[in-house]
């Protein structure tokens, strides 16, 4: 069974960075596209970015293009997210997702797997 865990969050000054980790196990994840999510107080979930687990076809939304990256560790399992120059709209609830296959997806309707999420708040 796939299980996603998401582990970084934190409090952070706008402007400041943090790095979020989703430890992936259960599968061999190497045809599998991979995706961060997040989910502010009151609004729908929101795709962040998304990477083919082999390292290529990465995509992000233009609210966090230039200042997020995707990225993977294959050796540990790992997915991360490094977010700098963060800003208040950026405080939300992380996911991780994972989904069979190598398509674009960027709907969170498309991914089969959720980890529990992690709290990012920005204060300005």
């Known amino acids: 069974q796939v299980q996603l865990v998401e582990s970084g969050g934190g409090l952070v000054q706008a402007g400041g960075s943090l790095r979020l980790s989703c430890a992936a196990s259960g599968r061999t994840f190497s045809n599998y596209r991979m995706g961060w999510f997040r989910q502010a107080p009151g609004k729908e979930r929101e795709f962040v970015a998304t990477?083919?687990?082999?390292?290529?076809?990465?995509y992000y939304a233009d609210s966090v293009k230039g200042r997020f990256t995707i990225s993977r560790d294959s050796a540990k399992a790992t997915m991360y997210l490094q977010m700098n120059s963060l800003k208040p709209e950026d405080t939300a609830v992380y996911y991780c997702?994972?989904?069979?296959?190598?398509?674009?997806?960027?709907?969170?309707?498309?991914?089969?797997?959720w980890g529990q999420g992690t709290q990012v708040t920005v204060s300005s």
């Open positions: 997702a994972a989904r069979a296959g190598s398509w674009y997806a960027i709907r969170s309707n498309e991914y089969d797997y």
């Open positions: 990477m083919h687990w082999n390292g290529g076809s990465t």
